[in-house]
């Protein structure tokens, strides 16, 4: 029983938890979205979406690598992948350091936008 016991705290160490680091541009678009939210449609709707984020944040912290690849991103220096939140209406777009163990939220598109738009953010 000490033996699982011992390879159970090893492996609890050694998972680590990577830190998130929100970029200037998607803060600003974050707060724009949750106050319109809140001026469109009340204050349940901006509850849920902040949480979205927050669930999101939460995996993101666990699991930096679960949100699969941004396809339109593909073929850029770095790896961006997307979460979409409130409804599919939004995608985070986020960079990870596996180095650093760090992902960093680089976006939020809305996804109504012409796709191209978002390709442009990123030249």
Same mark, same amino acid.
């Given at each position: @029983? ?6 159970? $705290?090893?492996? +609890?160490?050694?998972?680590? @938890? ?8 998607? !803060? /600003? ?9 809140? $001026? ?10 902040? $949480? *979205? +984020?927050? $669930? ?16 339109? !991103? !593909?073929?850029?220096?770095? /790896? ?5 939140? @409130? ?17 960093? +939220?680089?976006?939020?598109? *809305? ?6 738009? !978002? +390709?442009?953010?990123?030249?």
């Amino acid at each position: @029983m000490d033996f699982f016991r011992r390879c159970l $705290e090893v492996s +609890i160490r050694k998972a680590s @938890m990577a830190k998130i680091i929100w970029t200037k541009r998607p !803060l /600003l678009l974050f707060d724009t979205y949750i106050g319109n939210a809140l $001026e469109e449609y009340g204050r349940s709707t901006a509850i849920k979406w902040a $949480e *979205d +984020i927050e $669930e999101m944040e939460q995996r993101l912290i666990k699991f930096p690598t679960s949100y699969t690849p941004e396809k339109l !991103l !593909l073929g850029k220096k770095r /790896l961006f992948r997307g979460c979409h939140i @409130m409804n599919r209406r939004f995608k985070v777009i986020y960079t990870y350091d596996d180095n650093k163990d760090i992902v960093y +939220i680089m976006d939020i598109w *809305d996804t109504r936008m012409n796709p191209q738009a !978002l +390709i442009r953010r990123f030249k």
